[in-house]
């Protein structure tokens, strides 16, 4: 089975901190994506990574950046936390067979 | 611009009642289309695709839908719900040419099942 997993379920952050989200995925994909999930819009795509080092943004990447050093990691950076990036958080991989999401980071910035 | 509709934000079945979620989408060719469910707490997790061929397409936990290019529609539906079918249930698009990076997603419907 795919599996994704993300570093935390639940995160409490102050406004201005630096916030780092990690996922991890242990089917060698190719792709990895960060969205976000809030009440009534669905999910939004911040990013996505379609090898190591590459990176491209997605429809709302204002106030994020990401990081992929290696294959199975993809990491989500918030520079400086703001109360507006209070939101679930949901990692995801994928091969030609699917979309796989991981367990999801609640997210409250203080 | 490509969007995905969900009219309904909750719905309310009784267990072992029918159930049909709608989803509307606004594209310019057919697109790959999918629906997901969420549980509480939970990722997303795939119930079924539609990329081309029958119309009327199985997934997982006895849920099916159907394409119907003349109503821009792609319903879920199941016979008899249970009460594990509980959840949130997202309708996605994807352009037939694009990847996983394009996929639009509607804002959900919430589904509670009384016992």
């Known amino acids: 089975d795919v599996k994704v997993t993300q570093s935390s379920r639940y995160l409490v952050k102050r406004t201005g901190e630096k916030v780092f989200l990690e996922c991890v995925q242990d089917?060698?994909?190719?792709?990895m994506f960060w969205y976000r999930q809030d009440p009534g819009l669905g999910l939004r795509l911040i990013y996505f990574s379609y090898d190591v080092k590459m990176k491209e943004k997605g429809d709302i990447p204002e106030g994020y950046s990401v990081s992929r050093e290696k294959k199975e990691r993809f990491s989500l950076i918030l520079e400086s936390a703001s109360t507006n990036q209070t939101s679930m958080y949901l990692c995801?991989?994928?091969?030609?067979?699917?979309?796989?999401f991981g367990p999801g980071t609640r997210l409250l910035v203080l | 611009a490509q969007s995905v509709t969900q009219p309904d934000i909750h719905i309310t079945v009784s267990e072992g009642a029918s159930l049909e979620l709608r989803c509307n989408y606004s594209?310019?060719?057919?697109?790959?289309l999918f629906w997901y469910v969420q549980s509480p707490g939970q990722g997303l997790q795939l119930l079924l695709k539609y990329f081309s061929g029958d119309t009327l397409v199985q997934g997982i936990k006895g849920f099916e839908a159907e394409f119907k290019r003349s109503q821009s529609s792609f319903n879920l539906r199941k016979p008899s719900v249970h009460w594990s079918d509980a959840a949130e249930y997202f309708c996605?698009?994807?352009?037939?040419?694009?990847?996983?990076?394009?996929?639009?997603f509607g804002a959900g419907t919430r589904l509670a099942v009384h016992p």
């Open positions: 995801a991989s994928s091969n030609d067979r699917g979309l796989y």
């Open positions: 594209y310019g060719a057919t697109p790959y």
């Open positions: 089917m060698d994909h190719e792709n």
């Open positions: 996605a698009v994807a352009p037939f040419s694009g990847g996983y990076n394009k996929l639009i």
